[in-house]
């Protein structure tokens, strides 16, 4: 059997070196005036000198009223544009392919001015009804994060729509309680979603990446399921999606027994990336999901589950995970563990995250280096 790991791909305008993507992962490094700082910059030239074939950034929000915690950078101006270029500019040193997640958080955000399809109590808050208004206000800040995102120098971007943040709150029928064109049937909850992707292709051009972040299933009562989620990769493979990189789960999902045990178990987001997969054959498509070994990350290739994995925790625990897998590195790899949660905890804070995994002496330098 031939590795598949290491042999190159193409996403888009997107020529890979091998199928390891770096996922987007919030560590709330950023400051409070949601630039990008020397702490976001000297975490993401660790990621692209990783050995990873490409660096998704993690999500970067549109506007001010879609933030989901206050250390989170923006692309809401062009005044963002040259923090975002640096950034760029650290993970290309390193000969890596870098896209920028654009994200809104609708009702999941921090923010007293939050907004989401319908009124849905979250975290205590009730968030405001979108209006037309608000629909074609947010539509088009998609498409300009995106162009800020191409003026920076990035290679791609990738709409955030995982997690159950705006664009699977439209799409979903648990938060989507509209009856106008945006709302009831599933056709009509596609509609935002598939104008967001529609915006930034017209703002982006045929030549700039576009991906999307997939969330395949909610796993709360009532939420979405493939069954909803096929048909809409589907629509999204018509509309020109360059990539889905599949994920499962959402804030509210996130602690329930079911998606706990299979959080724990590797590969557990594979067969929903294979679904997606098989729905749309020529679409490239990325499989997450606690992928801790070469043999897991092979299987996934070689049965055809998916063209590319993604790591996030897995690579914060262990920065060296790629050359370790390649045989660079002859050490043991250092995993993540299911049930430490230290780096999401750090995250609620909202205080810049570390993994429980690293060494205590780089764990001491960096609560000194972020003032505990």
């Not at 923010?111 to 539509?139: C, F």
């Not at 972040?213 to 629509?235: H, I, N, S």
Request: net charge neutral; charged share 25%; glycine share 8%.
């Amino acid at each position: 059997m031939s590795d598949l790991l290491f042999t190159p791909f193409r996403i888009g305008t997107i020529s890979v070196a091998n199928r390891i993507v770096s996922l987007p992962l919030y560590l709330a490094y950023p400051n409070e005036d949601h630039e990008v700082n020397e702490l976001v910059l000297d975490y993401y030239e660790e990621v692209a000198s990783s050995g990873a074939g490409l660096v998704v950034v993690e999500n970067v929000t549109i506007e001010p009223c879609g933030l989901g915690n206050p250390r989170t950078m923006l692309v809401s101006d062009d005044s963002f544009i040259p923090g975002l270029s640096r950034l760029a500019s650290a993970i290309h040193r390193h000969g890596v392919p870098a896209v920028l997640q654009i994200h809104h958080a609708g009702r999941y955000a921090k923010r007293p001015d939050r907004i989401a399809p319908s009124v849905l109590e979250t975290w205590g808050v009730m968030p405001k009804a979108m209006e037309q208004s608000d629909i074609e206000r947010v539509v088009g800040a998609y498409a300009a994060g995106a162009r800020r995102a191409r003026q920076a120098g990035f290679d791609g971007v990738e709409l955030h729509g995982g997690t159950g943040y705006l664009l699977p709150q439209f799409l979903s029928p648990r938060t989507n309680l509209r009856d106008d064109a945006y709302g009831g049937d599933s056709q009509r909850r596609m509609r935002f979603p598939l104008e967001v992707l529609g915006a930034v292709r017209a703002e982006v051009g045929k030549d700039f990446t576009v991906g999307y972040r997939f969330m395949a299933d909610e796993y709360v009562p009532r939420g979405l399921t493939l069954a909803d989620t096929v048909p809409f990769a589907e629509k999204l493979a018509v509309a020109g999606i360059d990539y889905l990189s599949v994920m499962t789960g959402c804030y509210d999902s996130f602690q329930l027994p079911n998606y706990l045990q299979d959080d724990a178990k590797e590969g557990f987001m594979a067969p929903s990336a294979q679904a997606i997969k098989e729905a749309v054959p020529t679409v490239p498509v990325i499989a997450a999901g606690r992928i801790q070994s070469l043999e897991t990350a092979e299987k996934i290739l070689q049965h055809g589950m998916a063209d590319l994995v993604g790591i996030a925790r897995v690579l914060l625990a262990d920065p060296l995970w790629p050359r370790k897998v390649h045989g660079e590195n002859k050490e043991p790899i250092n995993p993540c563990l299911p049930g430490c949660a230290i780096c999401q905890k750090r995250v609620m804070m909202p205080k810049p995250a570390f993994c429980g995994r690293w060494p205590k002496e780089r764990r001491e330098k960096f609560l000194e280096r972020v003032g505990g």
